[in-house]
């Protein structure tokens, strides 16, 4: 066992690295493979990528496997825990079948060719060995991962689900004869519980979940085209359309496309397809329709559309590159150089203009089948409504059946209405002159209560007067009392302003009095 320091998931796992890292985690895999060429196994370029884009994903794309000491348990052969800590050999089971679903989406997983499929895992000593840890080593533990995947159909073989005639969703709930008698030798202790193989064989698994996200993901795409021409498509077409459906980073390969293609058509029932043709079925249909000459005919007039397109863009560099040419050969006077170059010119552009009319009336030329596909989808759509407008007007009996049925309700309620004048024609008779009476002392009743209330009201209505007229009454004797009191106040001042002024004449007087007689002289005797 190597010390913990020369563990790969150390020297590259940083919070700062992505799975493609920088040149120190570069520096790091020359490390990590001169370390393991010590081992002596056979490693190529190709091999040695894949390896380490896969055991660096998921050492850091995955929280199960950043705990070194959940890593010790995932990498080692857990599968006597099985039986002991079933708990702990499920929980372990299902990190492994994440982390390597995931890996499949991200196309990391090693393949034999260049490319990478997303839906299909092959087991092989390539995968073993892209997932050796440098210090755990091998996962002894894959065997019993895609046995448990197999059996809970989160992986499915390759050939099974290519082959299949049912659809992988459909469950039984009689089981097969054969079923049924291994059951029985598993009870009775002739047979044992399935186990996991102690090696992994090489085959090819694919993995469910990821083909549902993609078909999931290109029937929401296909809901944007609503036309029926648009819902027709070549296998190449839909592979350019839809390749990038799982993983905008890493398109979906040819194999990929074929597995797409089988869950769409058997699982979903979303399409119909054949060697050259794919088509969508619309939505208000439950299954989609078989595959015509007609939508094989649209499918390779869009696919001869596209090739046409395509060569438009280079003839166009080509026009302009040897315009250039022409420009920069009579700047130098070099005429033979520059004719040369319009020649090449008049050639492209000739070539431009004829793909340009080509493309223009395969355009039109779809546009039609377009409209013409259209109409009849409108058209089909007219005939099934008539069929079953006809047919629930059978149901009525037409026009004259409903006149029928109209005429025996209205009969009926006439019947209904003698009937019912018939019963009331047996009842007793009510006696007109005892209403009248009852009606006119309801009237004196009520006559002799407005009186009343009329006179209550008349009665209180003199109380208030009589009240206002003894307050008018009260404050009219204050007033005169007022007033009287207020005319013997000014007669008692008129009184004793007379008095002052008399006594002042009189001191007047007297004081003019003593003056003349200071004023008088003595006469000497």
Same mark, same amino acid.
């Given at each position: 066992?190597?010390?913990?320091?020369?563990?790969?998931?150390?020297?590259?796992?940083?919070?700062?690295?992505?799975?493609?890292?920088?040149?120190?985690?570069?520096?790091?895999?020359?490390? =990590?493979?001169?370390?393991?060429?010590?081992?002596?196994?056979?490693?190529?370029?190709?091999?040695?990528?894949?390896?380490?884009?896969?055991?660096?994903?998921?050492?850091?794309?995955?929280?199960?496997?950043?705990?070194?000491?959940?890593?010790?348990?995932?990498?080692?052969?857990?599968?006597?825990?099985?039986?002991?800590?079933?708990?702990?050999?499920?929980?372990?089971?299902?990190?492994?079948?994440?982390?390597?679903?995931?890996?499949?989406?991200?196309?990391?997983?090693?393949?034999?060719?260049?490319?990478?499929?997303?839906?299909?895992?092959?087991?092989?000593?390539?995968?073993?060995?892209?997932?050796?840890?440098?210090?755990?080593?091998?996962?002894?533990?894959?065997?019993?991962?895609?046995?448990?995947? /197999?059996?809970?159909?989160?992986?499915?073989?390759?050939?099974?689900?290519?082959?299949?005639?049912?659809?992988?969703?459909?469950?039984?709930?009689?089981?097969?004869?054969?079923?049924?008698?291994?059951?029985?030798?598993?009870?009775?202790?002739?047979?044992?519980?399935?186990?996991?193989?102690?090696?992994?064989?090489?085959?090819?698994?694919?993995?469910?979940?990821?083909?549902?996200?993609?078909?999931?993901? %290109?029937?929401?795409?296909?809901?944007?085209?609503?036309?029926?021409?648009?819902?027709?498509?070549?296998?190449?077409? =839909?592979?350019?359309?839809?390749?990038?459906?799982?993983?905008?980073?890493?398109?979906?390969?040819?194999?990929?496309?074929?597995?797409?293609?089988?869950?769409?058509?058997?699982?979903?029932?979303?399409?119909?397809?054949?060697?050259?043709?794919?088509?969508?079925?619309?939505?208000?249909?439950?299954?989609?329709?078989?595959? %015509?000459?007609?939508?094989?005919?649209?499918?390779?007039?869009?696919?001869?559309?596209?090739?046409?397109?395509?060569?438009?863009?280079?003839?166009?560099?080509?026009?302009?590159?040897?315009?250039?040419?022409?420009?920069?050969?009579?700047?130098?006077?070099?005429?033979?150089?520059?004719?040369?170059?319009?020649?090449?010119?008049?050639?492209?552009?000739?070539?431009?203009?004829?793909?340009?009319?080509?493309?223009?009336?395969?355009?039109?030329?779809?546009?039609?089948?377009?409209?013409?596909?259209?109409?009849?989808?409108?058209?089909?759509?007219?005939?099934?409504?008539?069929?079953?407008?006809?047919?629930?007007?059978?149901?009525?009996?037409?026009?004259?059946?409903?006149?029928?049925?109209?005429?025996?309700?209205?009969?009926?309620?006439?019947? %209904?209405?003698?009937?019912?004048?018939?019963?009331?024609? /047996?009842?007793?008779?009510?006696?007109?002159?005892?209403?009248?009476?009852?009606?006119?002392?309801?009237?004196?009743?009520?006559?002799?209560?407005?009186?009343?209330?009329?006179?209550?009201?008349?009665?209180?209505?003199?109380?208030?007067?009589?009240?206002?007229?003894?307050?008018?009454?009260?404050?009219?004797?204050?007033?005169?009392?007022?007033?009287?009191?207020?005319?013997?106040?000014?007669?008692?001042?008129?009184?004793?302003?007379?008095?002052?002024?008399?006594?002042? =004449?009189?001191?007047?007087?007297?004081?003019?009095?003593?003056?003349?007689?200071?004023?008088?002289?003595?006469?000497?005797?």
């Amino acid at each position: 066992m190597l010390k913990r320091k020369n563990s790969y998931s150390d020297l590259t796992h940083t919070p700062d690295s992505s799975v493609y890292g920088d040149t120190r985690i570069k520096r790091n895999k020359r490390l =990590f493979r001169s370390k393991t060429l010590n081992r002596k196994e056979s490693w190529t370029p190709d091999t040695e990528r894949a390896m380490t884009e896969l055991l660096e994903f998921i050492l850091q794309h995955e929280e199960a496997f950043k705990n070194q000491h959940r890593l010790s348990s995932l990498y080692a052969d857990f599968r006597q825990q099985h039986e002991v800590n079933p708990e702990g050999y499920q929980a372990n089971i299902a990190a492994w079948t994440k982390a390597l679903t995931d890996a499949a989406r991200a196309g990391v997983i090693p393949t034999q060719g260049t490319t990478h499929d997303l839906l299909n895992i092959r087991t092989t000593d390539d995968l073993a060995r892209a997932l050796q840890h440098p210090q755990y080593g091998k996962p002894t533990c894959l065997p019993a991962v895609f046995h448990e995947a /197999t059996q809970k159909k989160e992986m499915v073989p390759l050939k099974d689900f290519m082959n299949s005639k049912e659809s992988i969703y459909k469950t039984s709930w009689i089981p097969s004869p054969w079923k049924a008698l291994q059951w029985g030798l598993r009870q009775v202790g002739v047979l044992g519980q399935p186990t996991s193989p102690d090696r992994l064989g090489v085959g090819n698994f694919v993995v469910l979940k990821n083909v549902e996200v993609a078909a999931d993901e %290109t029937l929401k795409k296909m809901k944007e085209h609503t036309s029926t021409a648009d819902r027709v498509l070549s296998k190449a077409d =839909f592979l350019k359309r839809f390749d990038k459906t799982l993983n905008p980073a890493a398109p979906l390969t040819k194999a990929d496309m074929e597995i797409l293609l089988v869950h769409l058509a058997r699982d979903k029932q979303a399409i119909a397809y054949n060697a050259q043709t794919i088509k969508f079925k619309p939505e208000h249909e439950a299954e989609p329709l078989p595959i %015509t000459e007609e939508d094989t005919a649209i499918a390779n007039l869009r696919d001869t559309l596209a090739n046409i397109n395509a060569q438009i863009p280079p003839l166009m560099e080509k026009v302009a590159a040897a315009d250039a040419a022409a420009r920069e050969a009579v700047a130098a006077k070099q005429m033979i150089r520059a004719k040369a170059a319009l020649r090449l010119k008049k050639l492209a552009e000739t070539a431009l203009a004829q793909r340009s009319d080509v493309a223009l009336q395969l355009e039109s030329v779809y546009a039609q089948l377009q409209q013409a596909a259209d109409q009849v989808e409108i058209v089909e759509a007219m005939r099934a409504g008539a069929a079953a407008l006809k047919g629930l007007n059978e149901k009525v009996g037409g026009a004259e059946g409903v006149q029928g049925v109209v005429d025996a309700v209205n009969e009926q309620m006439a019947t %209904t209405e003698e009937i019912s004048n018939i019963i009331n024609e /047996t009842d007793q008779s009510l006696d007109e002159g005892e209403i009248d009476d009852e009606f006119e002392a309801l009237e004196r009743a009520e006559k002799e209560k407005r009186e009343r209330q009329e006179a209550e009201k008349t009665a209180a209505r003199l109380a208030e007067l009589e009240e206002a007229e003894k307050k008018r009454s009260e404050k009219e004797a204050e007033r005169q009392a007022q007033e009287e009191e207020d005319e013997e106040t000014e007669k008692e001042i008129e009184q004793a302003s007379q008095t002052l002024r008399r006594m002042s =004449f009189r001191e007047e007087d007297d004081e003019e009095l003593e003056a003349e007689e200071e004023k008088r002289v003595p006469i000497p005797a």
